[in-house]
C-alpha cells in the first residue's frame, strides 16, 4: 500500500459525530420565513386562471411575475422555468410558492388555491414522443457490411427504470437578500452552477450574488442540477418579501418531484460471422421528462459506453433523449453508463448462449487493451487491468467453476453466479473541462504557517475535505492537522468546476498538488501566501469533436470487475445475494478507507438497481413510490457478504496516481446481478429492475 493510502481521520469527523455539524434545516436566522411550493395537478396543461384566498399580512404569493431576470434555471439549455409560465408539463411542474412566518398557516394558504387548468393530451411513453430534445450519433469501420456479411445478428432490446438517490438529507435552501446582494445557502453540490442560475433569474451582476454550500446529507448526482432550480425559486421569493426564505423539502416532496436516474430503452443489433462477432448497431432512447436539465451529458456518456469493454471494429451508435410529461430526470452516480453497459453485457452473455460458449470465454475474447482504439476512435493510453482483475476475481469466488456447476439445476432452491466488466471515464466528457470548466484552485499560507484549501468542491459524503488536505500535506511535507478546508463559499474560493464526474480528485486535487509543490519550493515561515494553479489539459489528449462524435472522450478510464452469486427461491421467487465481489482499478487511493466507503457503497446501489428499486407513474403521471415504504432501498443485511478490492494501477497524470473513483461501484452491479439471475432460472432477461415479481413471471411461465 502506498504511503498516501493510509487512512486518516476524516476533517469533517469530529463535527459530523458530536452532532455539531449544521445542515441548511439547522440554520435559523431573524426574520427569516418559509416557503412552499404548490404544484402542477396535471402531466399537461394550459393554466386558465389562478383564485388566491385573501393573505393575512406577512404572507405572500410568489410566482412567475415576480422573477425580475429571466424565468428560466440556467442548466445546459435553458428550458426549465423557475416558475411556470401559461403551460405545466408534468405533475408536480412548480406554478407558485406561499411564504410566510407560520409553515401550518403557509400550508394551509396553498392548500386553498384553486388552479384553472384547461388540460391538454400527456406523452408519458418515451417511444410515443414526438419531440426529440438530443439526438446523437456516431460509427466507425461499415457496419452495414458487417451486418449483410453475418450468418447471425441477434437482435434484442433492453429495458431499464427510475433510480432515486435517496440520499439521507432531503433537498433543502436558505435565500436571504442584504445591501443589494443576494446569499443563497444549502445542500448541494456545485456552488458556482447554482451561481449562475440565481445571478440570471434576479438580473444581478455576479459579483451581488454569493452561494454557501452548507453540510450536505449525500448527492449521488441529484444535488447537481436540482439546487439552481430550487435556488431561483427561493431567492426570487426571498427579494419579494425582502427577507429570508427557507424551504426544506420533505420525503414524499422530494422522491416524487425532484430528477431520476434516465429510463433507457437499447435495441442491439449484433452480426456475427464464423462465429466471430463482426459489428455492432446499436440504438439507445432515454426519457428525459419534461425539460432538458442534463440530458445531453448524460446521453453523451451512455452512447460512448454502449459496446462496453469490447473491441467491435464496425460499429454505430444512435442515442436520443426524448420529452415526455414526466418528472424530468436528472444526474445520477454512473450518468448514463449503468443503462447501456447493463444492455451490452447482457447482449454479450445471451449471444455466448447461442454459440455454445460460456459468456465469460466470450468477453475475454474482445476485451480492450491498451493502445486499442475506444468507441470513439481515441485511443485507450493506458494499461487496462482487466485480465489480472479476472484472474483474481476466479480465485475469490469459483467463478469458472460455478458457472458451469449451475447450468442444471432441480429442486426448491436455485443458485446462479453471474459477471460483468465495465469502466467508467474519469472527468468530464470531451473537452468539457478545458473549454467549459476551466478549473481554478488555489492555497493559502497564513501568517502562522497554516494552509487552507481553495476549492469550490464539495464534500457530500465522500471525503473530499480528508482526501485534498492529504494531498496538500503530503505534498508540503506538513502534518495533516496544520491544513484546513472549510465548505465552498463563491465569495472566498474559486471556480474549480462542479463535484460530479468522478473529476474533483484527479482534476481538482491534481491542481492542488501543483500548487503544494510550487508553494513548498518557495515556502516564507510566518509570511501569508497564495498559489493559483489552473487547468491544463494532458498533452497526450486526442482532441474530441462533439459534432463526429470522435476523440478521446475521457482521458483515461478506471476499470472494474463484479460477481455476485444468488440463490432462487421457485417457491417464493425470493432471491438472496449469497455473495457480491468487486475488484476496482481507481489508479492509487489516496485514502484506502474512504475508497472502501465509496466502493461498498456503490456496488450496494448498483444491486439495488438491479433487483428492487421499482418506481414508476401510473396513468396520471404521478410517481406512485414516493415513500421508503414503497420504493424499497437495499441495506446491509440483503448483502451480507459484500468483498470489494483494490487494485493499485497509477495515473501518470492523477495526484499521487488517482483517477476517479466515486460513479464507477454502481455501473457494473446490475448485469452481474441479472446474469446471475438467468443462470439460477434458465432463462434470458432483458430488464431492470428484475424484482420478485418477475421472477414470480419467469417460474410460472417454465411451470406452464
Known sequence: MEKISKSAKKKDHEAKITGRALYVD??????????????????????SAIQLPELPDGYFVVDKSDVTGINQVHIVQDDTPVYAAEMVEYVGDPILMVVGPELKEVERIRDEIVIVYEELPAILDMRKSDTIFFNYNYEKGNIEQALAEADQVFIETFQTGYQEQAYLETQGIIAYPHNGRMTVRGSLQCPYYVHGAVAKALGYAGKDVQIIQDVTGGGFGGKEAFPSILACQVAVAAKKANKPVKVVFDRREDMEFTSKRHPSISTY????????ITGMDIDVMFNS??????????????????????????????GRAAKTNTVPCGAYRGFGAPQTFFAVEMIMDHIAKALGMESLELKEKYMVKQGDATSTSGKYHFHVPLPEMVARMDELTGYRNKRKQYQQQTGRYRKGIGLSMFFHGCGFTGSGERDLIKAVARIRKNADDTVEVLASNTDIGQGLKTTFCKIVADTLGIPYEQVYIENPDTDRVPDSGPTVASRSLMTVGGLLQKAAQRLKKDWKPGEEQVIEEHFVEPDFVIPFSLEKFQGDAYPTYSWSVNVIEVEVDTLTAFAKVVGAWGIFDVGVPVDLNIIQGQMQGGFLQGIGYASMEQMDYNDKGIIRNNSFSDYIIPTAVDVPN???????????????????????????????????????????????????????????????
Open 269 to 276: 443489433k449484433v452480426a456475427v460471422k464464423n462465429g466471430e
Open 26 to 47: 439547522d440554520h435559523v436566522i431573524d426574520g427569516m420565513i418559509y416557503g412552499r411550493l404548490l404544484r402542477s395537478a396535471k402531466a399537461k396543461a394550459r393554466i
Open 642 to 704: 459484500l468483498v470489494t478490492e483494490i487494485m493499485n494501477n497509477p495515473y501518470t497524470h492523477g495526484p499521487y496516481g488517482a483517477k476517479g473513483a466515486g460513479e464507477l461501484p454502481l455501473v457494473g452491479a446490475a448485469p452481474a446481478y441479472v446474469e446471475a439471475m438467468e443462470n439460477a432460472l434458465g432463462a434470458n432477461l432483458n430488464k431492470i429492475p428484475f424484482t420478485t415479481e418477475d421472477a414470480m413471471r419467469i417460474l410460472q411461465e417454465g411451470n406452464k
Open 289 to 318: 421528462g419534461a425539460y432538458t436539465t442534463l440530458s445531453p451529458v448524460v446521453l453523451q456518456r451512455g452512447l460512448i459506453c454502449a459496446n462496453g469493454v469490447y473491441r467491435v471494429d464496425n460499429l454505430r451508435v444512435t
